[in-house]
């Protein structure tokens, strides 16, 4: 759907555009062209809905009505087989669907797919290549047009139409086939997938006849496939321990004590497992728990209870419950956001009494499927050794997809309850790559993904880091800096590779845990990552909680638009205890280093002074304690909230440094929810607004001599990035997994040319002219990918 929208909206622009300018539509697309774009995207949905026999029938005569064809034909390559076969067809017999089928390299259609290119033909009939079928009425018509569908090197079938005598081809019509052979690419392979499942006999999408799924598709969080039985992890509130006041088998004090000291020993086991993993969750992740376990009125009241003669499960729950009553029903914040830790030491000592298999033995290796995750909770599970996650609801902690891709662990939304109905065990392909789940997936659709793997695990060895600093082509220095969320991203880099870190986003440490980290232990975790740095810069950023970043132990009061209420900065100004609490941890622990940091969602003037007071504040106060801190860190801000534009030359006064958050900006300046894929094809960076915006915040910080870098997702597309550079932009920080091609394209681009394009582009009034410059800046300057 959302590519409907922006191909509706580009039809309009290229509608205004031919109508004021006179622009050469032979050129380009035809409005009908684009319209069949539009009708074909809607397929993906109706494919949601229909069967796979309806759902080809629909595109062939869609196509074959769209391009003012007499014959229109699907053919799909089977690999296992090497047969290309006809699978729908408006215009030749019906009959011949299934039945005609030919090798690779056989026929005009087989040659189009062998050799991967369109074959055009005045008088198809009349190519020695042509392969006549008796009986397909073929004979009637001469124009012929083949495109091969593929997605990256992978063969999926052709596309073929045809037309009468007389009525040939023309070169608008290859480019509208080449798009819709493109778009209609993932639709076919899936399609493709689903028939090779049907060979050993299987249903169509949806539930089977024994109730069950066979292929859903869903949303991709964090990229990957994992292959494994699924495990659906119950909430807490079902879960039927917490539920039994009775207990049929009688225990005794002595097994109550040695379930208390294996859960010691696991809790301790585990606590090493997450300090191996994630150095940010390091510091006493399970100290509330071991904490609990030694406690008189917690542990010593069950044995109160055992040994005046309750059953040890039966005295279990009776504490638990009562002190779950108590910490829930407290005022006091801190007392609240122990529940969970409360529940999940119960578990374990009731897990151990019982003799029943903890939960990390039932969760390693396996793919979990669930309603919603805490961060918290996806932690334990990536420690306990998941290998994939499935959730139902996209619901508000959607930012576990951002900590899954920092946890390598492969995860999908799929607005679908049903599923955690589904057996133990069964086993699941999580295609994390696509958004797509297979149930009980057949042999083949297995092999089939065992074979991608192989390719992609070729593809990413083949992406080499450039060594050293990062160079445009003619010699211009660029700053190429990292992006991370957790101290464990920086594993995927060496420090020689990169200019420092860009952007920290210290929320992440804050959403993996139970509760808020002190003062003690923020500074252990971002000292480790000052460390690491050989005194290369480090930029904090504050706490930027809140939109769709939520903490489970946080009681945020319900808000009608989170996006636009109390978050970030301004959560941090009205938690100014919180607030100086992380700030005198960065101020300690950058000591001696070269240290930045930031605000995120500076929306004023006032807002950053008032900020910075506060930082003032923590560095008078640490002086005054004769603390080891860094006395002068620089301060800048994330330009993100458009209304700091029109401001911004006042802001470049007072901040040592900007870094334009683009993900934000773009959002709130065109008023596109960037977590809301129904909005998705609006969300585009090289709006006209955005990319004046961004000229304009450049300028002022030029001017001002302090640094400009991007932050956002714009500073890892290939193809912004020659405007970044033209309009000043020398500081961009990345994911990363981005920087070896980040470093590449800048390789390729000469600053003095792509100041001239980028002027161009700011000329543009329209978003497609831009998108027009964009893709001959691309074509011009071959950029990678
Ligand atoms: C941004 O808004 O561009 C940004 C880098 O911050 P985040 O994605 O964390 O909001
Ligand atoms: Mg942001």
Redesign the pocket.
């Known amino acids: 759907m959302a590519l409907y929208w922006k191909v509706r909206l580009i039809s309009t622009v290229i509608h205004r555009y031919t109508r004021h300018n006179n622009f050469p539509t032979g050129d380009i697309m035809t409005t009908d062209h684009i319209k069949m774009l539009c009708d074909i995207s809607e397929l993906n949905s109706l494919f949601e809905e229909s069967s796979i026999d309806n759902c080809l029938q629909k595109t062939v005569d869609m196509v074959a009505e769209h391009m003012n064809a007499d014959v229109c034909s699907i053919y799909i390559y089977d690999e296992n087989s090497g047969d290309l076969v006809l699978k729908a067809t408006r215009g030749l017999d019906p009959q011949s669907v299934n039945r005609i089928t030919m090798k690779l390299g056989e026929g005009l259609v087989g040659t189009a797919l062998k050799e991967l290119r369109i074959i055009r033909e005045d008088r198809g009939n009349s190519n020695p290549l042509f392969k006549f079928y008796p009986g397909t009425n073929e004979e009637l018509y001469e124009a012929f047009l083949a495109v091969p569908i593929v997605r990256g090197r992978y063969r999926i079938g052709v596309l073929v139409i045809q037309r009468k005598r007389g009525n040939p081809f023309v070169e608008q019509d290859i480019m509208a086939m080449k798009a819709t052979a493109s778009q209609l690419a993932t639709l076919l392979e899936h399609i493709k997938l689903l028939l090779s499942t049907q060979q050993v006999p299987s249903p169509e999408p949806g539930i089977t006849d024994q109730g069950l799924y066979r292929f859903l598709k869903g949303k991709s969080a964090s990229k990957g496939i994992a292959l494994a039985p699924a495990v659906v992890k119950k909430d807490i509130k079902h879960d039927i321990l917490f539920r039994r006041k009775t207990f049929e088998e009688i225990f005794t004090l002595e097994q109550f004590e040695t379930a208390l000291k294996n859960t010691e020993i696991q809790l301790e086991d585990m606590q090493r497992r997450v300090e191996e993993k994630l150095a940010d969750a390091a510091s006493l992740i399970f100290a509330s728990h071991l904490l609990m376990l030694k406690d008189q009125g917690f542990v010593g009241a069950m044995r109160d209870m055992i040994r005046i003669g309750e059953n040890p499960p039966s005295a279990i729950v009776a504490i638990f419950l009562k002190y779950k009553g108590l910490f829930s029903e407290s005022p006091n914040l801190l007392i609240r956001e122990k529940v969970q830790d409360i529940e999940d030491l119960t578990k374990r000592i009731m897990n151990n009494l019982l003799q029943q298999v903890p939960e990390e033995a039932v969760y390693r290796d396996r793919i979990i499927i669930a309603r919603d995750l805490f961060p918290s909770e996806l932690l334990m599970l990536s420690i306990e050794g998941i290998i994939g996650v499935i959730l139902v609801s996209g619901g508000v902690t959607s930012h576990v997809g ?1 900590l899954a891709r920092s946890l390598k662990v492969p995860l999908v939304f799929i607005d679908e309850p049903d599923l955690l109905g589904l057996p133990e065990n069964i086993m699941v392909l999580l295609d994390a790559e696509q958004g797509n789940v297979y149930i009980s997936p057949a042999e083949e659709i297995v092999a089939r993904f065992r074979e991608q793997e192989k390719t992609r695990t070729a593809l990413n060895e083949r992406q080499t880091m450039i060594k050293g600093p990062a160079l445009t082509k003619d010699g211009s220095q660029v700053r190429v800096m990292l ?1 991370i969320n957790l101290l464990s991203d920086m594993q995927q880099v060496s420090i020689d590779d990169i200019d420092g870190v860009g ?1 920290y ?1 210290t ?1 992440f440490p804050f959403m993996i845990r139970n509760s808020f980290p002190s003062e003690e232990e923020q500074y252990f975790i971002y000292k480790k990552l000052v460390d690491q740095m050989n005194g290369k810069p480090v930029t904090f ?1 504050t706490l ?1 909680i809140g ?1 769709d ?1 939520v903490l489970s132990y946080y009681d945020v009061p319900r808000e009608e638009n989170p996006f636009l209420g109390m978050r970030s900065i301004r959560f941090s100004l009205q938690h100014e205890d919180l607030f100086k609490q992380q700030i005198r941890a960065i101020l300690r622990a950058g000591a001696g280093s070269n240290l930045k940091i930031m605000f ?1 969602m500076i929306s004023s003037l006032d807002e950053f002074l008032q900020s910075r007071a506060i930082l003032d504040v923590c560095l008078e106060e640490l002086r005054r304690e004769g603390a080891e801190y860094n006395a002068e860190p620089l301060v800048g801000m ?1 330009v ?1 909230i458009p209304s700091v534009v029109p401001i911004i030359e006042d802001l470049a006064d007072e901040a040592d440094f900007f ?9 709130y300046t065109i008023a596109v929810d ?1 977590t809301n894929e129904k909005v998705a094809a609006m969300y585009i960076p090289h709006h006209p607004a955005i990319l004046r915006s961004l000229e304009k915040i450049a300028r002022a910080g030029i001017a001002a001599g302090i640094e400009v870098s991007i ?4 500073a890892n597309q290939e193809r912004y990035i020659p405007f970044l550079l033209g309009i000043g932009i020398t500081y961009l ?1 990345v994911d990363a997994m981005y920087i070896p091609r980040v470093k590449k394209t800048l390789l390729e681009i000469d600053i003095k040319e792509a100041r001239a394009r980028a002027q161009k582009m700011l000329a543009g009034r329209t978003i497609m002219e831009i998108e027009t410059l964009l893709d001959s800046a691309a074509e011009e300057i071959k950029l990678p990918g």
């Open positions: 951002i992006n952007l986003r929320e950023r930027d939109g970043k995120p994330m993100e870094s334009i958050g683009t993900n934000d900006l773009i959002q960037r932050c956002g997702d714009m920080s």
